[in-house]
């Protein structure tokens, strides 16, 4: 006859372990990646981070560091964030999501909570459009059920066939639950070049006017950005209903880069390379970019984003 002490033992020591492993306990959490669903935020981290390796980004830091510091501090938040990031290419908006990714759940875009989209590789097809709202949306939904937390980014929105995007509308609006599932804690990043042109434009008429780049606002760029991108055709989010309807809670301006912020990217490329910095070859490396206005040459057209190839070139120096 078995023991009913041992028994007893044997089936709660049983019940422990599964309790252990099918939920989010820390010890399963030491051996496979687990949902922070707290969404839990380290602003000090964050802000240090985005402090040394993102450059000439005052506007993009600030707007984001208080947006995500906000959000992780609400217990109950009303809605998911939802971020637009505009710009043009090598300004730093993937940089800066990734780094966001990170901080929410380690592992950043290698995360199954990090879920990246790129309209050219996952929606190509103009006549596919109503395919691919609803496979967004029981992906979505999918996904937030398993970690409320998820964060999804959407590379290329100006390349975006125009109503896709609309898809996800309710899942962004003020609702405590769609069909059982609350998406509040999660978050939402666009990344678009649509509207770069008007940035650039303001950038310069700063500096013409004598005024320091630092001294530009949110103020002085967010209505021009929402209404150019409502109103551009080739933004993805041409008259969308997320625009309409007030869900992008900010609309994040990356500014163009000068000469010397280009020279920052060179810097930190060769640190990460393990190289000693010089100088000439940080000089020689940001010489060889393009700047425009073709008089004044003051920004670089391409950013940092061509740095890594040209420093390729200078590693034998």
Same mark, same amino acid.
């Given at each position: 006859?078995?023991?009913?002490?041992?028994?007893?033992?044997?089936?709660?020591?049983?019940?422990?372990?599964?309790?252990?492993?099918?939920?989010?306990?820390?010890?399963?959490?030491?051996?496979?990646?687990?949902?922070?669903?707290?969404?839990?935020?380290?602003?000090?981290?964050?802000?240090?981070?985005?402090?040394?390796?993102?450059?000439?980004?005052?506007?993009?830091?600030?707007?984001?560091?208080?947006?995500?510091?906000?959000? *992780?501090?609400?217990?109950?938040?009303?809605?998911?964030?939802?971020?637009?990031?505009?710009?043009?290419?090598?300004?730093?908006?993937?940089?800066?999501?990734?780094?966001?990714?990170?901080?929410? $759940?380690?592992?950043?875009?290698?995360?199954?909570? %990090?879920?990246?989209?790129?309209?050219?590789?996952?929606?190509?097809? $103009?006549?596919? %459009?109503?395919?691919?709202?609803?496979?967004?949306?029981?992906?979505?939904?999918?996904?937030?059920?398993?970690?409320?937390?998820?964060?999804?980014?959407?590379?290329?929105?100006?390349?975006? $066939?125009?109503?896709?995007?609309?898809?996800?509308?309710? @899942?962004?609006?003020?609702?405590?639950?769609?069909?059982?599932? *609350?998406?509040?804690?999660?978050?939402?990043?666009?990344?678009?070049?649509?509207?770069?042109?008007?940035?650039?434009?303001?950038?310069?008429?700063?500096?013409? *006017?004598?005024?320091?780049?630092?001294?530009?606002?949110?103020?002085?760029?967010?209505?021009?950005?929402?209404?150019?991108?409502?109103?551009?055709?080739?933004?993805?989010?041409?008259? *969308?209903?997320?625009?309409?309807?007030?869900?992008?809670?900010? @609309?994040?301006?990356?500014?163009?880069?000068?000469?010397? $912020?280009?020279?920052?990217?060179?810097?930190?490329?060769?640190?990460?390379?393990?190289?000693?910095?010089?100088?000439?070859?940080?000089?020689?490396?940001?010489?060889?970019?393009?700047? @425009?206005?073709?008089?004044?040459?003051?920004?670089?057209?391409?950013?940092?984003?061509?740095?890594?190839?040209?420093?390729?070139?200078?590693?034998?120096?």
């Amino acid at each position: 006859a078995f023991d009913p002490l041992s028994v007893s033992v044997v089936v709660g020591g049983a019940a422990v372990a599964w309790h252990l492993l099918s939920s989010d306990s820390w010890l399963k959490c030491r051996f496979q990646e687990c949902c922070n669903r707290n969404n839990t935020l380290n602003y000090t981290a964050l802000k240090a981070q985005l402090d040394s390796r993102l450059f000439g980004q005052h506007l993009a830091k600030d707007v984001v560091l208080k947006a995500v510091l906000g959000f *992780s501090n609400n217990p109950s938040p009303k809605k998911p964030l939802m971020l637009s990031l505009h710009g043009w290419a090598g300004t730093g908006k993937n940089f800066l999501s990734q780094i966001l990714a990170e901080h929410v $759940h380690p592992a950043g875009l290698r995360s199954k909570f %990090v879920h990246l989209f790129l309209a050219t590789l996952h929606f190509p097809h $103009h006549d596919q %459009v109503k395919l691919y709202k609803e496979q967004l949306q029981n992906w979505i939904r999918g996904n937030v059920s398993a970690c409320p937390s998820s964060v999804f980014i959407f590379d290329e929105m100006d390349k975006m $066939h125009p109503g896709v995007i609309d898809a996800i509308k309710p @899942f962004l609006d003020y609702y405590e639950e769609v069909d059982g599932v *609350s998406y509040r804690k999660a978050i939402f990043i666009f990344l678009s070049n649509a509207g770069g042109d008007l940035i650039n434009k303001a950038a310069l008429d700063f500096w013409t *006017s004598g005024k320091r780049r630092e001294d530009i606002q949110l103020k002085d760029l967010e209505p021009l950005l929402s209404v150019g991108v409502f109103n551009n055709k080739n933004s993805g989010l041409w008259h *969308s209903s997320i625009i309409d309807r007030n869900l992008i809670d900010y @609309f994040v301006p990356f500014l163009p880069l000068e000469h010397r $912020h280009v020279k920052m990217c060179v810097r930190a490329e060769m640190a990460a390379r393990g190289y000693a910095v010089d100088e000439d070859v940080v000089q020689a490396v940001a010489d060889e970019m393009t700047y @425009f206005p073709k008089e004044q040459k003051i920004y670089s057209d391409k950013g940092c984003k061509t740095v890594q190839a040209k420093l390729d070139i200078h590693e034998d120096l």
